[in-house]
């Protein structure tokens, strides 16, 4: 199932793409997210200590991969489902990678592990399942499509490759380290195997800590600070579906993004350029109005001839809930560096792996992004070459499996 360009998903997702407007992008920081600083899920645990060497669970209400801090390794697989896959075949999938993804979760061996010695706890590794699009065009499931699922529209400054866009199902792996990452996917794209094929796979990596553990905000291979200010409180407004679709309960919608960055040229810029660009200071993400990386934005400041502080082609400021009908979602965001030949030549692209989560595409990220495309300054240093859509179910309980309600 690899067709593209599925236009709309739901009752809401339908009219919500319908008024949407012309053009618009992506860029780097493209969130509003409370309190009008960009938003990365937050690196704090619930005591305020390290995040690393942690243990999850897949049987919260939420799966976990989403608001659980963000660790250093992150691979996230894209499959497609075989040409004519039935709701029995693709619960068959689920069954398989649910069990499999309770095992890796608590460090135990799936069942016929030829690497059983990989299996490791407390290694913060999370495993977190999105359905795709084409999940809702296998005959029977048509009707339980979540209302804000939907693809989103071509953007002006959007140079998409087919093979960093789509999919039928995605997998996202994260812990502390690489080695526990290629492991799990390894396992689990496996027992894939006989349902599906991998459509595209994306390393990823973040740095969300200090040199003692402490949590701090990572930073994007721009050297801006990135992820201020995207914290859990309010999560439930701005993530979660509204409940309206039992199966769905403690679900989200994803946008996945890979948006390339132009570092050579962004490294010619003189620094006053680049702070000037974002709309906050390099040293610490501070906003160029003043004060500390956690104050909000003071986008009414000026300079002394009259000019605002922050310029009104800023990516913080066109991103701000106050510029957006107060819309917000919750980013999870990673680099990537990506190296192939092409005809020869050594090719190397560079950029972040940008992931939104909202309750509603349509509503929250298309608007956005469509003002960015038209006025932020990080457009020319930045493109998206890559898009998906997924619907995130919630948690299981112990002996289901993730999106039960699908088959109930």
Do not use: C
Request: glycine letters at 12%.
């Amino acid at each position: 199932m690899t067709e593209q360009g599925y236009p709309g998903l739901g009752r809401r997702g339908f009219f919500g793409l319908a008024g949407a407007g012309a053009a618009g992008a992506v860029a780097l920081g493209a969130v509003a997210a409370r309190g009008g600083n960009q938003g990365q899920a937050s690196a704090k645990t619930p005591d305020g200590g390290d995040p690393r060497g942690r243990s999850y669970s897949p049987h919260e209400t939420h799966q976990s991969g989403i608001i659980t801090p963000v660790p250093a390794a992150t691979t996230l697989v894209a499959l497609d489902l075989n040409p004519g896959t039935t709701p029995d075949a693709l619960r068959r999938l689920l069954t398989i990678l649910s069990h499999d993804i309770e095992a890796l979760m608590a460090g135990r061996p799936v069942p016929g592990d030829p690497l059983p010695d990989l299996a490791q706890a407390n290694v913060s590794l999370t495993v977190t399942v999105g359905l795709g699009p084409g999940v809702f065009r296998i005959p029977g499931l048509a009707g339980l499509v979540p209302d804000g699922l939907a693809e989103v529209p071509p953007m002006a400054h959007d140079q998409l490759q087919p093979r960093w866009s789509g999919g039928d199902l995605l997998l996202m792996v994260s812990a502390d380290d690489a080695t526990t990452v290629a492991y799990a996917v390894r396992i689990l794209t496996r027992d894939a195997r006989t349902f599906t094929t991998v459509r595209w796979t994306q390393p990823a990596s973040w740095r969300g800590v200090d040199a003692e553990g402490t949590p701090i905000t990572g930073r994007n291979l721009f050297g801006q600070v990135d992820g201020t200010g995207n914290t859990v409180a309010g999560a439930a407004e701005v993530i979660w579906a509204d409940g309206s679709q039992p199966w769905f309960a403690g679900g989200t919608t994803l946008v996945v993004r890979r948006i390339e960055m132009n570092l050579t040229t962004w490294d010619e810029l003189v620094r006053d350029r680049q702070q000037a660009v974002m709309g906050r200071t390099l040293a610490d993400g501070a906003p160029l109005s003043g004060g500390v990386e956690s104050d909000d934005l003071d986008l009414s400041a000026t300079t002394d001839d009259g000019q605002p502080v922050i310029a009104l082609d800023a990516h913080a400021r066109l991103a701000h809930p106050s510029q957006n009908r107060g819309r917000t979602m919750f980013r999870r965001s990673m680099n990537y560096t990506h190296h192939e030949y092409a005809d020869g030549v050594a090719v190397t692209s560079a950029g972040l792996v940008f992931l939104a989560f909202q309750h509603s595409i349509p509503e929250v990220f298309t608007p956005v992004q469509q003002r960015l495309d038209q006025a932020d300054a990080l457009n020319e240093w930045t493109t998206a070459i890559g898009s998906a859509v997924f619907a995130v179910p919630g948690g299981w309980e112990p002996g289901g499996i993730v999106a039960q309600g699908l088959f109930s």
